[in-house]
């Protein structure tokens, strides 16, 4: 009451007006309560992303979003050795991230109060000094990237007039000719478009391409007719303040037609807003015989702002500036998990390397100091799958006269790369180009724009690539140059002719990552005497195969004992698998940290493994009625359950590598492609102590009949054990989602804790599902799958092992004359005749993209909930599916719950 008083009488403000006594002081452990009202009080989350350039990222939804911090530079400097003045400046860039973040409300002339000053070659307008804003901007429209976006919206507008111009009545499109100032010269306009045909009636007033009505003259009158239509497209970088895209068409249009010549007077002035991702358009419309161009217009643009490769980029430069990124998968860095999709015969790669684009020496001077002297440079374009080496020489006359030249150097060698590729076959044309350095990748996209479809991306490996310039025929290509030139080389000579492209690289990478190492020993180590034979025009010895390996293995041993000497640690230490992602170039993060961070999780993993094993041990038990069925409903007491959803919520962590067994495989034999975020998100729902079941439905690749792609993975109604899962006799192999994605049945996925050995309940279930399922076979066969695959998947030692195996006609003979004796609960299983089966091929893909079918009307989990009925029919939708131990999934915990609660409080009474 006494600060309700003081409100009034004190006579000046209070400058802690804000504060809420509702949740001043009071805050306490938990601040849940205290962010809704918060998020209630700024108006919801819509509201306060629209202070935000949450809409210029692009994104349908808030919801997933998150800020990539893991490959952060300001993370990447944690473990270096560097002072305590660049330390702390580290923390200046998660601010600059923040102020570009909330820029259209800190960036308005409400918050500063001054002149208005338009960045150069931009049309962003700055409203007071700020500098970090400032630099975030001009990076993201650095190299004249705002015109280029003009311009690139201008071709597709007018190219998809002229896909319509015969509904139109239009005879020819014309693109105008403008000064290149244009995009960000508001002062005059001139049109970009202008259509040229027909007489067409004109509006009497301009409008909105919202009003759906035209205003035409009244009856009495003579309507306009003009045989020309103009537009002139606007681009705007708004705040929160002013993004009406429409008031600010409206105020264009009339300030440009009174001083601005148009051709006609029927015409609009459009207005793309960047930073909000809309649009307007305002003036004099047209009828047009046939489409409506009112109603064509926004559809268009719709498209444009969607699928335009200029504003693709833009919003991925501005992604990447925030660091912000989506749950939902992405493109990948280069990695050594997915090095090998270089190599798919789909798939065409180029690495670009411009660490050496600017080349200095140092020169001593009279006076004992030293200056720098431009040399010759080089770009280098690489192709891993052919083992094409071109090599360009950048002159150093070129950046005689120049100040800026490390940036110089960048455009230089993406100039390049257009003319590699302008050189090249267009059937040769890269599907993706992979850059060694993050910082080239920006300079790329834009010179990029005649090729919206080559994908660029950046790597997470350090790559032996530059090391090749040590070689002496490059070295003195480069050095002896007088201009700028460009060379074809093979960098593999004629290795491809006894080895896959694979394995050349993996040789290759050898040789360059010890010449990094040491230069002198790596040429003495592959020459070690002049009898080696070296062919004309190759660049390594000519040496059989066998001599080859041991070569690799002596530079396997070089390079490792180059990393242990730099880290003071012994080649005893490291992992297999350590040692290949040296040698591939991965950046290792400080021994130290590491060796404590996985002991650390070591330890969590035995402690949840060990209480869920005591926990099961104590409380497992199975029945078996009078008419002899077996029950697995009372194998999960409530006493088990809680540790073993603890070391269930820890598998998806610790399941870290995916070990995919190809023992005993022929190229001629069935390969199965899974996309790897289905087998992640199977970890999350599983359990470690039960085996699950799954169907895998998918297609078959057309260019290649042995390839199939599991598209669909469906979980049926199930009760588990160790070594067996109940599921019903009858599957909805028709069900719409799989008809409507041609996806038929290809086989049986099974995943637990066991080893990965096959064994015969699972061939039975083939069996079971073509005896009981009538018209699966005719409709896979039909499809072009004449055999069926069981995949199984194994949890255990900290990692995911994978192996497929196909049923040959014996095996599904045996299945379907054998499976009510095999799935009897009462019969063990045994393994599996090596005739009944055969291995084949597994691959898992980053790419590829894959649904969930569960069951629509009762939970996929019966172990807990009721018993199964396995000649039941189910239904399925598509949806993700449920955890293990979830809720929905064990409604007898709480009905027991509650009934103890009872029987306490009538105790109490």
């Given at each position: ?240 303040d002013s993004h009406n895209a429409a008031e600010l068409a409206r105020a ?6 009174r001083r601005s010549q148009y051709p006609s007077p029927a015409g609009v ?641």
């Amino acid at each position: 009451v006494r600060l309700e008083f003081h409100k009034y009488s004190s006579g000046k403000p209070m400058k802690n007006w804000w504060f809420s006594p509702e949740h001043d002081g009071r805050i306490g452990g938990s601040t849940e309560r205290y962010r809704a009202d918060m998020i209630i009080a700024l108006g919801g989350v819509e509201a306060i992303l629209e202070h935000s350039l949450f809409r210029g990222t692009g994104f349908p939804s808030w919801e997933g979003l998150d800020w990539n911090t893991s490959n952060a530079f300001e993370n990447s400097k944690r473990d270096a050795n560097i002072t305590k003045a660049m330390r702390g400046g580290l923390t200046l860039i998660p601010n600059r991230r923040f102020a570009l973040w909330w820029s259209p409300t800190i960036n308005r002339s409400e918050i500063f109060a001054g002149t208005e000053r338009q960045l150069d070659l931009t049309g962003v307008f700055m409203f007071g000094k700020l500098e970090t804003i400032k630099k975030s901007l001009i990076k993201l429209f650095a190299n004249g990237f705002w015109s280029k976006v003009h311009s690139s919206i201008v071709d597709t507008l007018a190219s998809a007039f002229d896909r319509h111009s015969r509904d139109l009545g239009v005879d020819h499109v014309v693109k105008a000719s403008n000064h290149p100032n244009k995009s960000f010269t508001f002062s005059s306009s001139a049109p970009d478009i202008l259509l040229v045909g027909q007489r067409w009636i004109v509006d009497e007033t301009p409008s909105l391409y919202t009003e759906s009505r035209h205003r035409h003259a009244q009856s009495g009158k003579q309507q306009r007719v003009v045989g020309k239509w103009w537009i002139d497209v606007q681009l705007r970088w708004g705040n929160y303040d002013s993004h009406n895209a429409a008031e600010l068409a409206r105020a264009k249009y009339n300030q440009y037609t009174r001083r601005s010549q148009y051709p006609s007077p029927a015409g609009v002035v459009l207005v793309i807003d960047l930073a909000y991702n809309i649009f307007s358009a305002y003036g004099v419309w047209v009828e047009t015989p046939g489409e409506d161009i009112k109603q064509l217009l926004p559809s268009l643009l719709g498209a444009i702002i969607q699928n335009d490769p200029m504003l693709k980029s833009l919003r991925m430069k501005l992604c990447s500036e925030l660091q912000l990124r989506n749950s939902q998968p992405t493109e990948q860095n280069l990695t050594t998990t997915n090095l090998s999709e270089m190599f798919a015969t789909t798939s065409r790669t180029w690495i670009v390397d411009d660490s050496h684009a600017y080349v200095t020496s140092e020169q001593p001077t009279p006076d004992g100091s030293k200056k720098f002297k431009s040399e010759n440079g080089a770009v280098l374009v690489f192709e891993p799958k052919s083992g094409a080496l071109r090599f360009s020489v950048i002159h150093k006359s070129v950046f005689a006269g120049h100040k800026r030249r490390t940036k110089l150097a960048k455009e230089k060698a993406a100039e390049e790369i257009v003319t590699w590729l302008r050189s090249t076959d267009e059937k040769e044309h890269p599907n993706e180009i992979v850059v060694t350095r993050p910082k080239f990748r920006a300079v790329v996209q834009n010179m990029l724009t005649d090729w919206p479809n080559i994908k660029v991306r950046s790597t997470d490996l350090s790559l032996a690539l530059p090391s090749i310039l040590e070689h002496s025929r490059l070295a003195e290509y480069r050095v002896n140059a007088t201009e700028n030139r460009c060379h074809l080389f093979n960098a593999y000579d004629d290795w491809l002719m006894v080895s896959s492209p694979f394995i050349c690289f993996n040789r290759l990478n050898y040789i360059l990552r010890a010449y990094h190492v040491n230069l002198q020993r790596t040429r003495e180590m592959l020459e070690p005497d002049t009898f080696v034979e070296k062919r004309p025009g190759h660049f390594w010895p000519t040496l059989p195969r066998e001599v080859w390996k041991t070569r690799c293995l002596q530079l396997h041993e070089l390079i490792i004992a180059d990393y242990c000497r730099r880290n003071n640690i012994s080649p005893s230490q490291l992992l297999t698998t350590e040692m290949q992602d040296i040698v591939m170039g991965k950046k290792m993060t400080n021994q130290e940290i590491q060796a404590e961070e996985a002991k650390e999780i070591e330890e969590k993993h035995k402690a949840a493994v060990a209480a869920a094993k005591d926990a099961a041990e104590s409380t497992t038990t199975t029945t078996t009625n009078k008419r002899g069925e077996f029950s697995m409903s009372s194998a999960s007491s409530i006493t088990e359950w809680r540790p073993r959803s603890l070391a269930d919520a820890m598998l998806h962590q610790r399941m870290d590598k995916i070990y995919v067994v190809s023992e005993e495989v022929t190229a001629n034999t069935v390969q199965l492609t899974f996309s790897k975020d289905s087998l992640v998100r199977l970890l999350h729902v599983c359990d470690v102590q039960v085996e699950m079941i799954a169907y895998l439905f998918g297609q078959v690749v057309p260019q290649s009949p042995e390839v199939r792609e599991v598209l669909s993975i469906m979980i049926p109604p199930q009760s588990g054990g160790l070594y067996d899962s109940e599921t019903p006799e009858r599957i909805p192999f028709d069900a719409e989602p799989l008809v409507q994605n041609h996806a038929v049945f290809l086989g049986i996925l099974r995943l637990g804790g066991g080893s990965a050995a096959l064994h015969t309940k699972n061939l039975a279930h083939h069996g079971r599902i073509m005896a009981r399922n009538e018209g699966l076979r005719s409709m896979c066969e039909d499809a072009g799958v004449d055999t069926f695959t069981t995949t199984v998947v194994s949890l255990q030692d900290g990692a995911l092992t994978k192996e497929t195996f196909e049923v040959t006609s014996e095996g599904a003979a045996w299945a379907s004359a054998s499976f009510e004796r095999v799935l009897n609960p009462r019969h063990d299983p045994a393994e599996v005749d090596p005739a009944f089966v055969q291995p084949c091929r597994a691959k898992i893909s980053d790419r590829l993209q894959a649904f969930f079918l569960t069951p629509s009307s009762v939970p996929w989990n019966a172990a807990f909930s009721r018993r199964l009925q396995i000649r039941d029919a189910f239904q399925v939708e598509v949806n993700q599916p449920a955890e293990y131990f979830t809720a929905a999934h064990r409604p007898s915990h709480f009905l027991q719950f509650a009934d103890k609660t009872d029987d306490a409080e009538e105790a109490e009474g």
